[in-house]
C-alpha cells in the first residue's frame, strides 16, 4: 500500500516535469485573453537565511478570483525547473529548499551564494497562464577585521608590514586603511580577495612601510561591502617601539652638553678669579 502510493507520487512528479518542460519548451507570450499579470520583485537574500520572493497578481479585468494549478521556477539559461509545485495535486520536485509562501509568493531556505542570478516564473491559473523573469542577489557580512604584523617588534623609523583581514563575505567587498589623524593610507596597500568552496569570500590587506613613524600609530583598517558600506573596523593595537640603538646617544649628547656647560663655566669663573687678583696686585704697588 506505502510502495504504491510512493509510485503514483513518482508518476505524479513525472508527469509534472514533463509538463512543465513542455511548458518552457513552448514561448509562454501573454496572450491576447490574458486576464492578469504576475508581477515579482528582485529577491535580497542573506546566506544561511530564508529569502523572501515577493510575486503578486494585477488583474487586468473586474474578475478579482484566480485559482493558481501550477507553478513553476526556472533559472534563465535552463530547461529544468529547479522548483515546481501543483497545489492540488500537492506534488513538488526540485530544490526542497523552496516553498510557496503566500501564492503567487515563495521562500528559499538556507540560500547559497549560488542562488543568485536570473529566475524566470511561470504561474498556471482557472484565468490562464503569465511568467515573469526576476534577479536573486545574495549577500553575506564579513566578520569583524584583525590586524596583525609579521615582524614581532616594530621600531621606530624601521620597516613594517600591517595586514588586515575578515572572512566569510559576500559579494567581494574592500578594505580601506587610516592612520592616528585619519589620513587615508590605502593607496600603498595591496587587497587579495580569495573565494573559498562556499562562495564566501576572504579579504586581506597589507599595507607596507618602508619607514613607520609611531607618530601615525595607531592605524584603523575598514571592511567594505560591494556597496561601499561600512561593515566593520579594526584599531591596531601594535607597539612601536624606538630604536634601541638611538636612544643611548641621544642621552649621551644631553650629557656632553651638560659637561660642556660645567667646563666652560668653571673656567669663566677661573678666568675672573685671575683676573681679580691682578687687579689686587696692582692696586697695592
Ligand atoms: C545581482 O545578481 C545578478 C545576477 O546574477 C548579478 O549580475 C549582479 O551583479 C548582482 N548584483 C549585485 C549588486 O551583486
Ligand atoms: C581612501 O582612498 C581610497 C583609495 O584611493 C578611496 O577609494 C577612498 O574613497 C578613500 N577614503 C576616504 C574616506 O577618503
Known amino acids: 500500500m506505502l510502495i504504491s502510493l510512493f509510485r503514483n507520487r513518482d ?19 501573454r496572450s491576447a485573453e490574458s486576464l492578469f499579470k504576475l508581477k515579482c520583485q528582485p529577491a535580497v537574500g542573506v546566506i544561511g537565511q530564508t529569502t523572501h520572493i515577493s510575486c503578486s497578481i494585477e488583474f487586468l479585468t473586474k474578475s478579482k478570483h484566480v485559482i493558481i494549478n501550477t507553478v513553476a521556477l526556472t533559472r534563465s539559461g535552463e530547461k529544468n525547473s529547479c522548483f515546481a509545485f501543483q497545489p492540488f495535486e500537492n506534488v513538488r520536485i526540485g530544490d526542497s529548499r523552496f516553498e510557496v509562501e503566500n501564492e503567487p509568493s515563495l521562500q528559499l531556505h538556507n540560500t547559497k ?13 482557472n484565468l490562464g497562464q503569465d511568467q515573469v523573469q526576476f534577479t536573486m542577489n545574495v549577500t553575506a557580512k564579513y566578520s569583524s577585521p584583525i590586524i596583525t604584523s609579521v615582524q614581532k617588534e616594530i621600531v621606530n623609523d624601521g620597516h613594517a608590514d600591517l595586514y588586515c583581514s575578515a572572512s566569510g563575505g559576500y559579494p567581494a567587498g574592500t578594505i580601506h586603511w587610516f592612520d592616528q589623524s585619519n589620513t587615508n593610507w590605502t593607496k600603498s596597500a595591496t587587497l587579495q580577495s580569495t573565494q573559498g568552496n ?6 586581506s590587506s597589507k599595507l607596507s612601510f618602508q619607514k613607520i613613524d609611531s607618530l601615525w600609530a595607531p592605524f584603523r583598517c575598514v571592511v567594505l561591502n560591494n556597496r561601499y558600506e561600512e561593515e566593520g573596523g579594526a584599531t591596531s593595537t601594535l607597539e612601536i617601539k624606538d630604536d634601541p640603538g638611538n636612544s643611548p646617544s641621544a642621552s649621551s649628547t644631553v650629557n656632553n652638553s651638560i659637561a660642556g656647560v660645567v667646563v666652560i663655566g668653571s673656567l669663566i669663573v677661573g678666568l675672573l678669579i685671575v683676573l681679580l687678583f691682578k687687579r689686587r696686585r696692582n692696586q697695592r704697588e
Open 11 to 29: 508518476m505524479a512528479s513525472v508527469n509534472l516535469l514533463f509538463f512543465v518542460l513542455m511548458l518552457s519548451s513552448v514561448r509562454v507570450g
Open 113 to 125: 551564494t549560488s542562488d543568485e542570478g536570473e529566475y524566470r516564473y511561470f504561474i498556471r491559473t
Open 198 to 203: 562556499d562562495g564566501l569570500f576572504t579579504l
